[in-house]
């Protein structure tokens, strides 16, 4: 009992949030990439991840995207009309599914991807320079038990 009142009693200061402090580093860090390929070829956010996506696993549905990416699907929906009407992805029916769209990049979309996958090592090795490797690899265990803890 007495804890618990030392909780309620206890000041909230949102910048000692876990939650908060994950997210104003994933924004600052997002932020600062995205400004990149937003300035090069002119995507936004989902773009880019629908692109990669297909770029690292090859050809897949917008749904398998979504999934994968933990975007809502009419965020991806958009993102694919965009990158299809400026020709870097290429929509085609399943052959067992008509229904079914798959995805995949064209020549110009691989080309965008390849250019963008350099700059992200890149950009990661910016953002890791002030981490020893195995901090790092700390860090990326913990984020993951983060993210599994929610799934």
Known sequence: MYYLNMIKNKPFYIENFLPYILTQAAEAVSAEFQSYYKKKYGILRTEWRVLFHLGSF????????????????????????????NNLIMRTSSEKDRRIELLSLTKKGTGVYNDLKTEAELFEEKVSENFSDNEIAVLKRCLEKIEKQFI
């Open 58 to 85: 090859g050809q897949m549905t917008a749904r398998d995207i979504g999934i994968r990416a933990k975007t809502h699907k009419t965020k991806i929906s958009r993102a694919v009309f965009r990158l299809d009407k």
